[in-house]
């Protein structure tokens, strides 16, 4: 049998094995309606964390095990926001994870998108007062900056608090982690932000942005919450390879969530979608060269936690390439996309594989800092996050992503099925492909890739960059 057909009877039995089992929606149910939320440190996140390893016991994976790692959690309290000025209401708002508890009475200064210039031209204004924002702006395949750089401009120009508006209507409070105190951000003492920030929704950000328009507005805040020390899991498990066991393909995507939601496009989907791969390669140990790891990452919404802890601690391992999952499995499926970061000369590769394997995908590359590849990518490992297109079309930002309708419902076992094969098959040809054309970066390259990306200076004082 020629390389070719033997990958040809692997696709098929991946895709027969996939096609017939609902089990990817099994899970997806249990981790959704009966664990709920999976907040990072909490109860159900470490349940989550059990679950997961005994389904890879059962799938029959090998070396399956809890990576355990410090992080600090984050547990809500009562949220009042009152409109005080140019009259008295009681304004919907939630404390958004590492808020502070606070009190605090201010006049509002509306920065509109929140882009850099926006804050910019608002600098002199800004110092003692309340900053209203947009949350994400970008539409599918845009890029605009992150909540996280926002705030940041937000504490470095003076503000007191920060205001996030959804740009998805329907009532929906915006979430989404907090900068710190600290660098690392691993202790409660450093976790914690320094100013309070909270989600709103379109409806009521629409209202401020009106009211600010005609004159003075003046907010009355007060939120109380915890953060305190915790713990997370990675869930690591393995199809361990034949000649060239020594060599590593990861595949990963986070199971924790907001508190708000079930977390289910993010990223359940993805993380069931990295399950399943590892359920139907498991049959295929003995068969592949390389050694498959497939990873649930912990606390991913917090600050990337469990992906840097593996990384930090496996950095001597020979990785070929890391495949990221979150936003994989939403949507209906067949219009998947593979987004490189940073490894533009890897897009005619996978757009010639997306042709072999008789399913086109969209390619490109576009460096992000804001998901699970990106540790990996600043230690200079060849990376791709693959998502699915149609999930958010229409919507902007994450669209149901990081509100209370994150839910089971937005998804389909078709689309998980679909990202599942696309991705089971990628990782077969990673394995097996000897000419593969990407290498592992030195950390030269890899520096002067992220100061032309400008998140440099944020990773050296965060001392996350690794160290020759």
């Not at 606070?102 to 509002?108: D, N, Q, R």
């Not at 060849?382 to 699915?388: A, I, K, Y």
Request: one cysteine or more.
């Amino acid at each position: 049998m020629s390389d070719a057909e033997r990958l040809q009877a692997i696709d098929r039995e991946i895709a027969g094995a996939i096609w017939v089992s609902d089990e990817p929606w099994k899970n997806l149910v249990y981790l959704c309606d009966v664990l709920g939320h999976r907040f990072a440190g909490s109860s159900q996140e470490h349940a989550a964390a059990e679950f997961l390893k005994q389904k890879m016991e059962a799938y029959g994976l090998a070396h399956v095990q809890l990576e355990e790692f410090p992080i600090a959690t984050w547990e809500r309290g009562p949220c009042t926001l009152i409109l005080v000025e140019p009259f008295q209401r009681m304004l919907p708002a939630i404390a958004m994870p590492y808020c502070p508890s606070a009190a605090i009475e201010g006049e509002v200064v509306d920065v509109g998108e929140g882009e850099l210039p926006d804050f910019e031209r608002c600098r002199d204004v800004i110092p003692g007062r309340i900053v209203l924002t947009d949350a994400e702006t970008n539409r599918p395949g845009e890029r605009k900056s992150h909540r996280i750089d926002k705030f940041g401009w937000a504490i470095e120009r003076g503000a007191i608090a920060c205001l996030f508006v959804n740009q998805n209507p329907g009532q929906l409070h915006i979430t989404g982690g907090l900068r710190g105190r600290g660098p690392r951000g691993v202790r409660a003492d450093e976790a914690e932000a320094p100013i309070p920030g909270l989600g709103l929704s379109y409806e009521t950000g629409m209202l401020l942005r009106r009211l600010a328009k005609q004159g003075t507005v003046r907010l009355r805040l007060e939120t109380q919450n915890r953060t305190r020390d915790s713990v997370s899991y990675n869930v690591i498990g393995e199809i361990p390879g034949t000649t060239k066991a020594d060599e590593l393909i990861l595949v990963g995507g986070h199971y924790d969530g907001h508190d708000i939601s079930q977390g289910a496009t993010d990223d359940a989907a993805g993380a069931v979608v990295g399950l399943e791969v590892g359920r139907v390669l498991a049959p295929l140990r003995g068969q592949l060269q390389r050694t498959v790891r497939i990873l649930c990452f912990g606390a991913e919404e917090l600050g990337l936690f469990g992906s840097w802890y593996h990384i930090e601690h496996h950095a001597q391992e020979h990785i070929r390439f890391m495949l990221n999952l979150d936003g994989a499995g939403r949507g209906l499926g067949g219009q998947e996309e593979l987004r490189l970061s940073g490894w533009a000369e890897l897009v005619p590769y996978f757009q010639q594989l997306g042709q072999q394997l008789a399913y086109p995908f969209g390619v490109r590359d576009d460096l992000n800092a804001h998901s699970d590849h990106f540790p990996f990518a600043v230690h200079g490992i060849p990376n791709g996050t693959l998502v699915s297109r149609d999930a958010t079309a229409g919507m902007i930002g994450r669209g149901w992503g990081h509100t209370e309708a994150d839910t089971l419902d937005k998804l389909s076992l078709r689309g998980v099925q679909l990202a599942a094969m696309l991705a089971a098959r990628l990782v077969v040809r990673l394995s097996e492909d000897e000419a593969f054309p990407a290498q592992r970066r030195d950390l030269a390259a890899v520096r002067q890739q992220l100061a032309d990306a400008g998140v440099l200076d944020e990773l050296l004082a965060s001392g996350r960059f690794p160290q020759a």
